[in-house]
């Protein structure tokens, strides 16, 4: 079946510093992954869409500066939080759709910033 | 723009009590509609999904009937479980495949033995 695997699950940093985090789907292709963060307060934003072989497409109040993507190939992406602040905590998502529409998630990586 | 309202924050109920969380949508077209379940600590999970008008999702016996002329997809279940705790989602996409999802707000579902 198919499957997203995120690493790493957790993750604590120190304020200013950078973290990346990585999303690998395994049994099928990752044409596009798209990255969200999801809130303490539970709502998802939508950081980028990434898709191989394309630009990525940011959305509003997320740009390549604090949060470059790399997306080399179907199975793999990765993403760099830069100079994380306590604003930028919560549980970063990725998600990838497979041929038939469906969108699966890994289990994220959670952020702590201190 | 696309949205989807989910107009139960919470609900509480018994084991073996009926459920319904209300999802409706707003998009152009016929956007694919998901159910997402997501437990603590743990990213959200493909309940089911479906892509045509009258077309029924189920898995895990939750069931949802994409209903374009009342723009819904509703949650239900027959008889939840206290193991059926956790919070759900409604989402949809929009034209293309990408992984790109509008989710509602989520609805945290309490189940008392």
């Known amino acids: 079946g198919a499957l997203v695997y995120q690493y790493p699950r957790r993750t604590i940093c120190k304020s200013g510093t950078s973290m990346r985090m990585e999303c690998q789907a395994v049994g099928f292709q990752a044409t596009s992954v798209a990255w969200y963060r999801q809130s303490p307060q539970k709502t998802f934003e939508l950081i980028a869409l990434?898709?191989?072989?394309?630009?990525?497409?940011?959305e509003q109040n997320f740009t390549q500066e604090k949060f470059p993507i790399s997306h080399p190939n179907l199975s793999f992406s990765s993403m760099t939080v830069l100079n994380a602040y306590l604003e930028d905590r919560g549980l970063y998502l990725c998600g990838a759709p497979t041929g038939n529409t469906e969108v699966f998630f890994g289990k994220g990586t959670r952020l702590t910033v201190v | 723009g696309d949205s989807v309202t989910q107009t139960e924050g919470q609900v509480a109920l018994s084991e073996e009590d009926f459920l319904t969380i209300h999802c409706n949508y707003s998009a152009s077209g016929y956007p694919t509609l998901f159910w997402y379940v997501q437990y603590p600590g743990e990213g959200p999970q493909l309940l089911f999904r479906?892509?045509?008008?009258?077309e029924k999702g189920s898995s895990r016996g939750f069931e949802a009937t994409y209903d374009k002329g009342t723009t819904s997809f509703h949650l239900r279940k027959a008889s939840v479980q206290e193991s059926d705790s956790a919070v759900y989602y409604c989402?949809?996409?929009?034209?293309?495949?990408?992984?790109?999802?509008?989710f509602g707000l989520g609805t945290t579902l309490q189940v008392q033995p």
């Open positions: 990434s898709t191989v072989n394309s630009a990525i497409k940011y």
């Open positions: 479906a892509s045509r008008d009258k």
């Open positions: 989402a949809l996409s929009g034209a293309g495949n990408t992984g790109k999802l509008i």
